[in-house]
């Protein structure tokens, strides 16, 4: 198997581990008997467990952007564009609840002592940065009000779909699409130009 398979394999049973029973389920004998391997195979990929952690917590939070962005019609207007990005986002809790509760505890557990929110703003600095293009672009065609920085409604459209997440995790009786509904309605309403349709 190839490093970066191996990697892959190592990451996505911490994953699977913290997803079905949080963090302190996802020991490093735990991982490598889910992966089907011995646990000195875990160090020559990972300096420790704290880095193998952080690793699954990254390729879960990939593999989130992945799902809510694949197959997303860039050239949609923005009010279809972000309304089907938000319902796709919706619908995580149900397709990949493990990759929400690994993230949600790795970050947790590797928070800053002093409560600085640097190290979450800067695993989530790539994404806003793609975010904000896309709102650019969509400032450039006239679908957002041009009035507002595409950098700070990037860090607003995130943080309104974790929120919703959280929620949507946290209570399985809510309904994913009317949830995502309001949030469209919400951050669309706001943010879209009533120039255009």
């Known amino acids: 198997m190839s490093p970066d398979a191996r990697r892959e394999q190592l990451e996505r049973a911490a994953i699977d581990l913290i997803g079905s029973g949080g963090l302190s389920a996802a020991t490093a004998e735990a991982i490598a008997e889910a992966a089907g391997v011995s646990k000195g195979l ?26 809510v962005s694949v197959d997303v019609d860039l050239d949609a207007p923005a009010t279809a564009l972000f309304t089907s990005a938000i319902h796709r986002a919706a619908s995580l809790p149900a397709t990949h609840p493990a990759e929400l509760r690994a993230i949600r505890a790795i970050g947790a557990a590797f ?20 975010q904000a293009d896309l709102l650019r672009r969509c400032q450039e065609r006239g679908d957002i009000r041009t009035d507002l920085d595409p950098d ?24 994913p699409a009317a949830h995502a509904d309001h949030v469209a309605a919400v951050f669309l309403g706001g943010a879209a130009s009533d120039v255009r349709p």
């Open 42 to 67: 875990l160090w020559r990929y990972y300096d420790n467990l704290d880095g193998l952690m952080i690793a699954a917590g990254r390729r879960a939070f990939a593999a989130l952007e992945s799902a």
């Open 111 to 130: 928070r800053p002592d002093d409560g600085d929110a640097a190290a979450r703003a800067a695993e989530y600095r790539a994404l806003h940065r793609r």
């Open 152 to 175: 700070l409604l990037a860090i607003t459209y995130q943080g309104m779909v974790d929120t919703m997440l959280d929620h949507l995790d946290a209570d399985p009786t809510l309904d």
